[in-house]
């Protein structure tokens, strides 16, 4: 079949557009991340653009498979390089340890630790998120496979979890004395499955995220009938 094209805001969602329009699940489709359209090297999230071609695979994914066999180089190993390369760019020696994909953290984790890692963290981890994003992006490309990926620099991501852990307590608190509902700051997948995380036994509140794109809100509601409105946004960690 002719390579077809599709267009999305993230790479899930021009994955789903394929796989609806071809009728097929996306482990059966042969997909190359063509273009990424974004706003410098570490650009916001949000503004960026992905187009990515597919086909269904067949022979020619049997005759790829079969002429891989002198390719020895893992995801682990790529994303090593591809992480103490871009290191090596900007002048920083990166020390990374990397872990396995497991039903714990479901995902791999690249643990970077570094002299003034700090820079690459930004405002609430947004160049540690694009960071992760462009590397997720690589391998997706090399590797024809769409991996959950975790970058964490210097234990920034372990400080955010209690943060977060603690502003999502006190707001639920207060969602319990007031019967009505709060919302977060705008949080990325991995911290608003914290939030999700914590809460998802609790019988006196429930949450679910609101928005669109890859950043949205936590909604943290009374269980039963909502007393009122939501009352705006209550900041988070600063």
Same mark, same amino acid.
Do not use: C, F
């Given at each position: 079949m002719d390579t077809l094209e599709f267009e999305g805001k993230t790479y899930e969602e021009a994955v789903k557009k394929?796989?609806?329009?071809?009728k097929v699940e996306e482990k059966d489709l042969d997909i190359e991340v063509k273009e990424v359209d974004t706003k410098g090297i570490l650009g916001l999230l949000g503004t960026k653009k992905i187009r990515i071609t597919v086909k269904i695979k067949g022979q020619e994914e049997a005759e790829r498979v079969s002429g891989s066999n002198d390719e020895t180089e893992t995801p682990e190993e790529f994303g090593r390089k591809f992480l103490n390369d871009f290191g090596n760019y900007i002048g920083l020696d990166f020390q990374i340890m990397v872990t396995d994909v497991s039903e714990k953290i479901d995902r791999m984790l690249f643990l970077i630790q570094c002299d003034n890692g700090d820079v690459l963290v930004g405002k609430d981890g947004e160049i540690l998120e694009a960071l992760q994003y462009i590397l997720r992006l690589a391998v997706a490309k090399k590797f024809k496979q769409n991996l959950k990926i975790l970058i964490d +620099?210097?234990?920034? /991501?372990?400080?955010? @979890?209690?943060?977060? &852990? +603690?502003?999502?307590? /006190?707001?639920?608190? @207060?969602?319990?004395? &007031?019967?009505?509902k709060l919302k977060t700051d705008p949080l990325n997948p991995y911290e608003r499955r914290i939030i999700h995380t914590l809460f998802k036994h609790n019988k006196s509140v429930t949450t679910k995220?609101?928005?669109?794109?890859?950043?949205?809100?936590?909604?943290?509601?009374?269980?039963?009938?909502?007393?009122?409105?939501?009352?705006?946004?209550?900041r988070g960690r600063r």
């Open positions: 394929a796989s609806l329009e071809l +620099i210097n234990g920034y /991501r372990e400080r955010r @979890k209690k943060a977060l &852990t +603690i502003m999502a307590k /006190r707001l639920a608190d @207060k969602v319990k004395r &007031t019967g009505r995220s609101e928005g669109e794109g890859h950043i949205k809100k936590v909604i943290i509601s009374p269980t039963g009938n909502v007393q009122g409105s939501s009352r705006g946004n209550v």
